[in-house]
C-alpha cells in the first residue's frame, strides 16, 4: 500500500483532542461544558414522570438526546483521562482528573438511571405505543434493556446513593491497584523496568532471563500483596453487598447481562472447552521437550520453541499488518493505515507506561487510540492486530445511533480477535522456511492455550472467591491457593512452577467497569472463529457481511446475532467445538512439525 511516511510514529497525538496533557486548559473547557451539560439535563429531567401517552414521545426524545450528548463528552474526557494514566503511571495530575471524571460520571448516572426508572414506569399499552415513534423505535433495543434493568433495580434514591457511594468506594478501590502498580519496578541487566516492560521479557528465548524476571516479578507481587488482598476484598464486597440489597441471588446475573448472553451459552462454551483440553495438554508436553524440560513452568508459556522466532520493528509490524487487511477488505486496510499515519497508537517500549494494551474510542472526535509496548515479536504484532479491530469495530458503528453503539466486552473482543487472526494465519502461510512456521503455528497455539486454559482459570478462580468473600474476607493465603487450584484444573495439572498471585498481577480482577472481565474474551475468540471460517468459505470479499454483523453487535443478544449472521445455535456445545476443533488443527500441525 501507498505510504506518506517514511515511517510510522510509535506515539500517539493526543493534542488533537486536548493540547497540554495533564495540563490542558482545553481539556478544563471540556469539562466545565460536560458539567454545564450535566446540569442542564438533570434540571430538565428533574419534572420527568412516567409517559401517560404516545403525546409524550418527542420530550422523551429530547431528554434521551440530551443524554446522549453528556455520555458523549463524558466518554471523550474518560478516554482522554484513560491515555494520560496508561502513558505514565507517575503523571499525579491525571489521578486527579481521573477523580473528577469518575465524580461527574456518578453525578450524572444518578440522574439518569431515574430518568430511566421513571421512563420504565409507563404502562406496556403506552411503552408499546412510545416504540412506534420513528425515531424512538431506531432505538427500541435499547429501551427495551433500560426498562427490563431498572425494573431489576432499587429505587431512584438508592440507586443513586450506591453511585455515589461507589466513587469513593467501589472506583476509589480500583483505581488503588493502579495506583500500587505505577510505583511497582522491576530492576533487570542494570535497568530498572516498568511491569509492562518486565511482562515482555518473560517471551525471552533465554530461560534464565524468565526465569530471573518471573521470580522477581513474583517477589514484587508478594511484597504488595496484603494490599492486593485488601484491594480485591473490598471490591468484591462493594460488589456482592449491591447485588444483595437488589435481590439478585445469582452471581452471573449483572455478568451475562451486560454481555447479552444467556446462561446456557456460558455453560455450553466452557463444557466444549473442558472436554477437549487433551490436544493442548499434548502441545504444552511438545514444548516442554523442546524446550529440553520435563514440564513447563509458568514463565514457559511464552517462551519461543525456535531459534529463528520472527522479529518485527514497529515499521514492519504495521506494514505487514496493512499489507493483511487489504486481502480482505478495503475499509478494513484504509482504516488501519489512517491509524497509523495520524498517531492513534501508542507503541513506544519505555519504563513508566501502564502494563497491557487497549483501545478507547474518542466518540466527539470520531477516532480511537491504541496503547501497548511493542518490543518486536510476533506477539506483539498480534496484539496491535487485536487492538486495530477493537478500532475497526467502533469504525463500522459510525453510521449507527450513538445508543446503538454500545456493544458488550464479548462481542468487542469478537472483532478484536477476527483482526488478530487474518494477521497470525498470514504470518504462518508466508512463512519462508520451517524454524519460522513452527514459531508462528506455536505462537498461534500461544493464544488458544490463553483462551482455553489461562482464562479458564482466572474464570474458575473468580467464580470460587466470590463464593468465600460471602463467608467474609478471604487472606491472601487463602487467594494464592485459588489461584493455584484453578490454574492446576484449567491446565490439566500440566504445568511444573505455576503463578499462585497471578490474581495480583491481573489488571483485569481489578476493573471496575465491567464485571467478569475473563470469559468475554474466550466468547470472542472461538466466535470469531466461526466468522472467520464464513469469510474463507465464501470465496469472495466478506466485509460487507462482516460489518453488517458488528453493525448489530449493539442492537441484539448473542444468541440472535449468530442466528442471524451464521445460522448457528450457540446454546449448544456442538457450535463451540467447531471453533475449538480449528484450534486442534493448530495443534497436529505443530506435532507434525516438530516430530
Known amino acids: 500500500m501507498d505510504r506518506t511516511h517514511d515511517t510510522y510514529s510509535e506515539s500517539w497525538d493526543l493534542d488533537v483532542f486536548f493540547q497540554g496533557g495533564s495540563d490542558s486548559q482545553e481539556f478544563r473547557k471540556h469539562l466545565d461544558i460536560l458539567n454545564r451539560k450535566k446540569d442542564q439535563f438533570a434540571e430538565n429531567a428533574l419534572g420527568f414522570h412516567p409517559p401517560q401517552s404516545p403525546k409524550d414521545a418527542d420530550l422523551v426524545w429530547h431528554l434521551i438526546e440530551e443524554a446522549k450528548e453528556v455520555m458523549m463528552y463524558l466518554r471523550q474526557a ?29 453525578d450524572f448516572s444518578s440522574t439518569f438511571t431515574k430518568f430511566q426508572q421513571q421512563l420504565s414506569d409507563c404502562t406496556e399499552e403506552v411503552w408499546n405505543e412510545l416504540l412506534q415513534h420513528d425515531q424512538l423505535n431506531e432505538i427500541a433495543f435499547v429501551l427495551n434493556e433500560w426498562r427490563k434493568k431498572s425494573k431489576d433495580k432499587l429505587s431512584s434514591a438508592e440507586e443513586s446513593l450506591i453511585q455515589a457511594l461507589a466513587v469513593d468506594g467501589y472506583h476509589g478501590w480500583g ?89 446456557e451459552t456460558l455453560d455450553a462454551m466452557w463444557g466444549a472447552i473442558s472436554k477437549n483440553k487433551k490436544p493442548f495438554v499434548q502441545y504444552l508436553e511438545r514444548k516442554a521437550q523442546l524446550i529440553g524440560k520435563e514440564r513447563l513452568d509458568w514463565y514457559d508459556l511464552d517462551a519461543p520453541v525456535a531459534e529463528s522466532t520472527s522479529s518485527m520493528s514497529f515499521e514492519e509490524g504495521a506494514t505487514f499488518i496493512l499489507k493483511q487487511f487489504s486481502r480482505f477488505g478495503e475499509e478494513m486496510a484504509g482504516f488501519a493505515q489512517k491509524a497509523f499515519e495520524d498517531q492513534w497508537i501508542e507503541a513506544e517500549d519505555r519504563p513508566g507506561k501502564r502494563p497491557g494494551g487497549f483501545c478507547t474510542s474518542f466518540p466527539l472526535s470520531d477516532q480511537s487510540r491504541i496503547f501497548m509496548t511493542y518490543s518486536g515479536s510476533m506477539s506483539n504484532v498480534s496484539t496491535l492486530a487485536h487492538e486495530l479491530g477493537h478500532a475497526f469495530h467502533s469504525y463500522a458503528l459510525k453510521p449507527m445511533h450513538t445508543l446503538n453503539r454500545n456493544y458488550a466486552m464479548n462481542v468487542a473482543e469478537t472483532a478484536s480477535t477476527f483482526a488478530e487472526m487474518i494477521v497470525a494465519d498470514a504470518a504462518v502461510k508466508e512463512a519462508e522456511t520451517k524454524e519460522e512456521k513452527i514459531a508462528l503455528v506455536e ?7 490463553a483462551f482455553f486454559m489461562n482464562i479458564h ?114 446454546t449448544k456445545e456442538a457450535f463451540w467445538e467447531k471453533g475449538i476443533n480449528l484450534c486442534i488443527a493448530d495443534v497436529k500441525e505443530f506435532l507434525e512439525l516438530t516430530t
Open 78 to 106: 474518560g478516554a482522554f483521562v484513560s491515555c494520560l494514566e496508561a502513558q505514565n503511571m507517575h503523571d499525579r495530575k491525571a489521578d486527579s482528573l481521573r477523580g473528577e471524571v469518575t465524580s461527574l460520571s456518578a
Open 175 to 263: 483505581q488503588m491497584y493502579d495506583t500500587i502498580v505505577g510505583s511497582m519496578e522491576i530492576e533487570h541487566d542494570g535497568k530498572t523496568l516498568s511491569v509492562g516492560q518486565a511482562n515482555n521479557l518473560l517471551s525471552s528465548p533465554d530461560e534464565n532471563t524468565r526465569k530471573e524476571v518471573f521470580g522477581k516479578l513474583e517477589k514484587a507481587w508478594e511484597q504488595h500483596e496484603e494490599l492486593f488482598a485488601r484491594t480485591l476484598n473490598h471490591l468484591g464486597g462493594f460488589r456482592l453487598n449491591v447485588y444483595k440489597k437488589r435481590g439478585w441471588e445469582e452471581l452471573m446475573k449483572e455478568p451475562l447481562e451486560y454481555n447479552r448472553m444467556k446462561q
Open 443 to 449: 505462537d498461534k497455539l500461544q493464544r488458544s492455550v
Open 457 to 570: 482459570a482466572r474464570f474458575l478462580f473468580e467464580t470460587r472467591f466470590y463464593e468465600e468473600r460471602k463467608k467474609g474476607i478471604v487472606s491472601s493465603d487463602k487467594l494464592n491457593e485459588l489461584m493455584e487450584e484453578a490454574q492446576k484444573e484449567a491446565f490439566s495439572d500440566s504445568l511444573g512452577e505455576i503463578h499462585p498471585r497471578f490474581w495480583a498481577s491481573k489488571l483485569h480482577f481489578y476493573i471496575t467497569g465491567v464485571p467478569f472481565y475473563n470469559f468475554p474474551y474466550t466468547f470472542g475468540y472461538l466466535f470469531s472463529l466461526s466468522i472467520y471460517a464464513k469469510a474463507l468459505e465464501s470465496g469472495e470479499s466478506y466485509e460487507d457481511h462482516y460489518m453488517a454483523l458488528l453493525r448489530d453487535t449493539a442492537i441484539m443478544n448473542v444468541e440472535e446475532l449468530a442466528m442471524k449472521h451464521l445460522g448457528e445455535d450457540i
